[in-house]
């Protein structure tokens, strides 16, 4: 096994698919392009640059104003497209996609893909590892879905992406394109792998208990307390300086966590907008009657935790690694601002010249040992590949 990559920041959009290809090069064991791309191109014009290259599917989501290659951060003021292709004669991959507009459930969104993909591998057995990207609205019930075809199998992934949090992203199979779907990839592996899926934060003694949430997503009391009103207290600040969208950019370095049943995993929750009531607007699911906790990062915290993240990922792994698909939170990224040139100086640090890609997600997904598949906001989910 082993990965190629490429990218291109040339403005039409079918010319950066084919730049994109041509510099990671045509290989006759490719199996599977991830792709991932600025939310400006016409996307199928960049499909239909990299199918002049490949013939095997080609997956991925709209990322954040970017993404990171060994060449260094892609992107900015530039729409950009990054690939890697997966390569390996051995390897069975199979590939699924839904449109959530067909369906009436979520749920069943995301087991029809995940059918499709696991049809397609013509296998009689779970697959190693599952890959995801999804709209980021129902994640979890995409995966509540998938797990009805394939039970509980590793994942990683993350959810698309726009530059303006406007909605203006996108996530595809080949030509098959939309804002709110879900596609996943079912890995059939001779060689391992390992997921390391954190938001290193810390914790701090402000906790509280979920007691009204409407929906899966708006929290609207902690303690009895409508919960933006909580939150300041916490912050010492007034409810006032983070109503709107002010609540995004100010929970960045102190959003909110909810530990797995065994604490091995504190998943974040990244409130998204204060509503005129005092409740939050937030980008996961949440449980009434479980704690929430207030964390916090520095920005330089941010960055070092790349890093960090990466030595623990590569202390699981008992072989070399053959190449990395890196899943950074597009909040975290926004966060460190123009210092992103930092973040790639921590992956080179730790991958070296091994292959890699990073995209920025508006939701992660991963798992620790022994727990459940999750998604959180602001999270790392960074997996490496071995022979």
Same mark, same amino acid.
């Given at each position: 096994?082993? /990965?190629?990559?490429?990218?291109?920041?040339?403005?039409?959009?079918?010319?950066?698919?084919?730049?994109?290809?041509?510099?990671?090069?045509?290989?006759?064991?490719?199996?599977?392009?991830?792709?991932?791309?600025?939310?400006?191109?016409?996307? $199928?014009?960049?499909?239909?640059?990299?199918?002049?290259?490949?013939?095997?599917?080609?997956?991925?989501?709209?990322?954040?104003?970017?993404?990171?290659?060994?060449?260094?951060?892609?992107?900015? *003021? $530039?729409?950009?497209?990054?690939?890697?292709?997966?390569?390996? /004669?051995?390897?069975?991959?199979?590939?699924?996609?839904?449109?959530?507009?067909?369906?009436?459930?979520?749920?069943?969104?995301?087991?029809?893909?995940?059918?499709?993909?696991?049809?397609?591998? $013509?296998?009689?057995?779970?697959? +190693?590892?599952?890959?995801?990207? /999804?709209?980021?609205?129902?994640?979890?019930?995409?995966?509540?879905?998938?797990?009805?075809?394939?039970?509980?199998?590793?994942?990683?992934?993350?959810?698309?992406? *726009?530059?303006?949090?406007?909605?203006?992203?996108?996530?595809?199979?080949?030509?098959?394109?939309?804002?709110?779907?879900? /596609?996943?990839?079912?890995?059939?592996?001779?060689?391992?792998?390992?997921?390391?899926? %954190?938001?290193?934060?810390?914790?701090?003694?402000?906790?509280?208990?979920?007691?009204?949430?409407?929906?899966?997503?708006?929290?609207?009391?902690? +303690?009895?307390?409508?919960?933006?009103?909580?939150?300041?207290?916490?912050?010492?600040?007034?409810?006032?300086?983070?109503?709107?969208?002010?609540?995004?950019?100010?929970?960045?370095?102190?959003?909110?966590?909810?530990?797995?049943?065994?604490?091995?995993?504190?998943?974040?929750?990244?409130?998204?907008?204060?509503?005129? +009531?005092?409740?939050?607007?937030?980008?996961?699911?949440?449980?009434?009657?479980?704690?929430?906790?207030?964390?916090?990062?520095?920005? +330089?915290?941010?960055?070092?935790?790349?890093?960090? %993240?990466?030595?623990?990922?590569?202390?699981?792994?008992?072989?070399?690694?053959?190449?990395?698909?890196?899943?950074?939170?597009?909040?975290?990224?926004?966060?460190?601002?123009?210092?992103?040139?930092?973040?790639?100086?921590?992956?080179?640090?730790?991958?070296?010249?091994?292959?890699?890609?990073?995209?920025?997600?508006?939701?992660?997904?991963?798992?620790?040992?022994?727990?459940?598949?999750?998604?959180?906001?602001?999270?790392?989910?960074?997996?490496?590949?071995? $022979?």
């Amino acid at each position: 096994m082993k /990965a190629l990559t490429g990218y291109s920041t040339n403005q039409n959009g079918y010319l950066a698919g084919l730049e994109a290809g041509r510099m990671a090069g045509k290989n006759s064991s490719a199996k599977l392009v991830f792709a991932y791309m600025s939310c400006d191109y016409k996307i $199928k014009d960049v499909i239909r640059g990299l199918k002049e290259i490949y013939d095997c599917p080609i997956i991925g989501n709209t990322s954040f104003t970017g993404v990171i290659m060994p060449e260094g951060y892609i992107g900015g *003021d $530039k729409p950009f497209v990054g690939i890697m292709v997966v390569c390996d /004669a051995n390897l069975v991959v199979g590939v699924g996609y839904a449109d959530r507009r067909a369906f009436a459930d979520a749920k069943d969104a995301g087991e029809s893909a995940t059918k499709h993909a696991y049809l397609m591998t $013509k296998m009689d057995r779970a697959p +190693d590892l599952m890959y995801m990207t /999804a709209s980021p609205t129902e994640e979890e019930f995409f995966l509540k879905g998938a797990n009805r075809v394939i039970g509980r199998v590793p994942l990683f992934g993350g959810s698309t992406a *726009d530059n303006t949090i406007s909605g203006n992203w996108s996530l595809y199979l080949d030509g098959k394109i939309t804002g709110e779907g879900v /596609a996943v990839a079912l890995f059939y592996l001779k060689g391992g792998f390992a997921n390391e899926f %954190t938001g290193a934060y810390r914790e701090t003694g402000d906790v509280g208990i979920i007691t009204k949430v409407e929906g899966a997503r708006r929290l609207v009391t902690i +303690d009895g307390v409508p919960a933006v009103k909580k939150y300041a207290k916490w912050r010492g600040l007034k409810p006032s300086e983070i109503m709107g969208n002010n609540l995004l950019s100010a929970t960045i370095t102190s959003p909110l966590g909810v530990k797995d049943r065994l604490g091995d995993l504190v998943a974040i929750r990244h409130p998204m907008f204060a509503n005129d +009531d005092y409740s939050m607007n937030i980008g996961a699911n949440l449980a009434t009657g479980t704690a929430v906790i207030r964390m916090e990062a520095t920005v +330089d915290e941010l960055i070092s935790s790349v890093g960090e %993240t990466l030595k623990k990922l590569n202390s699981k792994l008992k072989k070399p690694p053959i190449f990395y698909h890196l899943v950074h939170c597009g909040g975290r990224r926004a966060g460190i601002g123009d210092r992103i040139g930092e973040v790639y100086k921590e992956i080179k640090k730790n991958v070296g010249d091994v292959p890699f890609i990073m995209e920025f997600t508006f939701g992660e997904y991963g798992y620790v040992d022994d727990g459940r598949n999750t998604t959180g906001g602001l999270m790392l989910s960074f997996t490496a590949f071995t $022979k």
